[in-house]
């Protein structure tokens, strides 16, 4: 029931957090906006609220995946290893077990979010810039006809990608299988520590706020649990998160970056080490309420299951 209780709890979490999502990765690649505020009021005027569900699509359809995938993963290596350690798979776990076990849940994300990502990336920096030609007004009365006539200028372009599962496609025909991983060495850093932050701080948080004689907090209590731990996992993630994202939106147009390293170093020394901390307040500000909402719903789903198999 942990898969199922995760797939519930990542769709709720998704559908709260995805416009400041969108807002936190354009901060990370975009060097024009200089804040949050820059960056709302800009998209919202050039695309308004559309602009913020960019890609929206594809995470909803995978999120309840990968987010089922996090959860039962951690489940069942936490047990694995109480099970090789303790002798009995529903053993109180160490700290150690909780932060092993949540690593691992991280890592094996990494084989289903890194196209989804890449794809998210590119059709959030995706903007669409379509200019109305005007038709040349004479100065006068019957202006005579230019003896060489003047081509009618030519709408710009289109956005290159239609959508997610257009997007996916001309990555793949484009780039090859690496387009759709590119910048998962970065996800793999990302995701690694800071699931194992984020489940060992629920753990240790929800232990804190049971009340005497409970093994469980209420939910006034997982809530705080769960925003404080996705607060403190996106803290350790945001480096990484601003790597990540600078190497997947760089399949468009000139590359710039030859790898994760350099696109590390050219960062900072282009803009300072601060570079590697954009978007850390909305990292924060979104995790909260998203990870509230993901924890409750977990913990709810499998709280009712519980109750209708007991």
């Not at 979010?113 to 200019?131: H, I, N």
């Not at 230019?146 to 030519?154: E, F, G, H, K």
């Not at 399949?251 to 978007?279: A, D, I, T």
């Amino acid at each position: 029931m942990d898969f199922v209780a995760g797939a519930i709890g990542g769709v709720c979490g998704v559908a709260v957090g995805y416009p400041l999502d969108t807002v936190k990765v354009r901060i990370q690649t975009e060097p024009k906006y200089t804040g949050l505020w820059h960056c709302v009021r800009d998209t919202y005027r050039r695309e308004r609220v559309w602009g913020f569900y960019r890609g929206l699509s594809l995470p909803v359809c995978t999120v309840s995946l990968v987010s089922s995938l996090s959860f039962g993963t951690y489940r069942h290596c936490l047990a694995h290893i109480c099970r090789f350690r303790y002798g009995s798979a529903d053993a109180k776990p160490a700290r150690v077990d909780i932060t092993l076990s949540g690593c691992a849940s991280g890592l094996v994300r990494v084989l289903l979010t890194s196209p989804t990502e890449v794809a998210k990336v590119r059709l959030q920096t995706q903007t669409q810039t379509q200019t109305q030609t005007q038709s040349p007004s004479a100065s006068g009365p019957a202006a005579a006809p230019p003896a060489c006539p003047v081509p009618a200028a030519r709408p710009e372009p289109g956005p290159k990608y239609r959508g997610p599962l257009h997007c996916l496609a001309t990555v793949a025909r484009e780039e090859g299988l690496r387009g759709l991983y590119r910048g998962s060495p970065a996800l793999l850093l990302r995701e690694g520590h800071s699931f194992a932050t984020y489940f060992l701080s629920y753990a240790i948080l929800c232990e804190r706020l049971s009340p005497a004689g409970h093994s469980q907090p209420d939910v006034a209590g997982v809530l705080v649990a769960g925003g404080c731990a996705g607060v403190l996992a996106w803290a350790v993630a945001t480096p990484m998160d601003v790597i990540k994202s600078r190497l997947q939106a760089d399949g468009q147009g000139l590359r710039r970056y030859r790898g994760l390293l350099h696109c590390v170093v050219s960062s900072v020394r282009e803009e300072g080490p601060r570079v590697l901390f954009k978007g850390l307040a909305l990292n924060c500000c979104r995790a909260f309420p998203v990870n509230m909402v993901v924890f409750v719903a977990y913990e709810a789903v499998l709280r009712l299951t519980r109750g209708l198999l007991t």
